[in-house]
């Protein structure tokens, strides 16, 4: 799992696959050859394309997790703020909640931001595409997925 996600981040980087193989084999102490770093790269774009078409073809499942990560940032807001409160005599540790409940603001306001474009017929309008007939009659290409 290391390896997949050492390959993916520096494949992202464009970085060339000479100097992948000498990244992971100082990383792990092994020597790969190329055909299985493209055995990786391969395993990494069958990987997504299924975690893709899961996310495509399971909406409403989507909308959930994406609400249940909202409700998750939520509750840790509520904690650091019960931190904040309960701490307050040792300053070291409010400056730290509430650098956390910065973080955890930013986060939330993120996803409010992109929100709308998950949720259909709430996201930008598509001029070709008739985005007022209800989610359940629209087709998969009308719906917008990140």
Do not use: C
């Not at 509430?98 to 001029?127: C, M, Q, R, W």
């Amino acid at each position: 799992m290391f390896v997949k996600s050492l390959v993916a981040t520096l494949s992202i980087k464009r970085i060339p696959d000479s100097e992948i193989i000498k990244d992971i084999s100082s990383k792990i102490n092994k020597t790969i050859s190329q055909r299985y770093l493209t055995s990786i790269k391969q395993q990494i774009k069958r990987d997504s394309y299924y975690w893709y078409k899961t996310l495509r073809d399971g909406e409403y499942e989507y909308l959930h997790e994406f609400r249940e990560r909202i409700n998750e940032i939520t509750d840790l807001q509520r904690r650091h703020y019960k931190i904040v409160e309960v701490n307050a005599n040792n300053p070291s540790i409010q400056q730290t909640s509430l650098a956390e409940l910065h973080k955890l603001n930013i986060t939330l306001s993120n996803y409010f931001d992109i929100a709308p474009y998950i949720v259909p017929n709430l996201g930008a309008s598509n001029n070709n595409n008739d985005n007022s007939l209800p989610a359940a009659q629209q087709t998969k290409e009308d719906k917008i997925i990140v």
